[in-house]
């Protein structure tokens, strides 16, 4: 199955003032557009052109290192554009969601220290999620293009925490652009849809 780029699910200048109109032209049409590009001419090398993109990214993973790198960052962008929207963020989870932050992350307040504490603390290039995982809530980080499907979990939100995601628009300042992200760009029914598909 081919890698195709998705269109942003948002205008570019949707998500200002917490993530500028030029951190996504760069971020989505150059970085993302690379990884599909890359990715599709290893998948095909690899005689992987027909599989699906989640069965590349396990399969490649430890065996095939620059294949898994580009299809590895293609799935986690293609969810990460959809992680975020317009007045996203905040403490107003949806309800089945709100339960489950309750009962495996010690609830929101916990989940938003943790979380963003995840993403501060991730050495590098690399990301934060909130998986399921052995039918619970975890939150986990992973390095470069690493995400929680090779370890056994299924990823409901993740924040790209490479610095290409916040440096125009923060600089060196990681921790206020997972503030941001948190605070103000999180879309609740997104990860509500990532989080029933995984506990089915």
């Not at 699910?9 to 003032?17: G, I, K, M, N, V």
């Not at 500028?20 to 590009?37: F, G, M, N, P």
Request: proline fraction near 5%; hydrophobic fraction near 35%.
């Amino acid at each position: 199955m081919a890698f195709t780029l998705p269109e942003l699910p948002y205008a570019y200048d949707a998500l200002q003032p917490y993530m500028s109109k030029e951190t996504l032209e760069y971020h989505h049409d150059k970085h993302h557009q690379a990884y599909v590009d890359m990715g599709n001419k290893l998948a095909g090398d690899a005689g992987m052109a027909d599989a699906s993109l989640e069965e590349i990214v396990k399969q490649s993973f430890g065996k095939n290192q620059p294949l898994f790198n580009n299809a590895g960052q293609h799935y986690n962008h293609i969810h990460f554009w959809k992680w975020m929207k317009p007045n996203g963020g905040g403490k107003a989870l949806p309800g089945k969601l709100q339960t489950a932050f309750d009962s495996d992350l010690g609830g929101y307040d916990k989940f938003r220290n943790d979380f963003i504490e995840a993403g501060k603390g991730q050495f590098g290039s690399g990301w934060a999620w909130v998986a399921v995982k052995d039918g619970k809530l975890a939150i986990m980080k992973t390095p470069n293009g690493e995400n929680p499907l090779v370890h056994g979990a299924e990823p409901i939100l993740g924040v790209d925490v490479w610095e290409h995601s916040y440096y125009i628009d923060y600089r060196n300042a990681r921790p206020k652009y997972l503030e941001a992200f948190v605070d103000n760009l999180v879309n609740w029914d997104y990860v509500l849809e990532r989080y029933e598909a995984a506990a089915r």
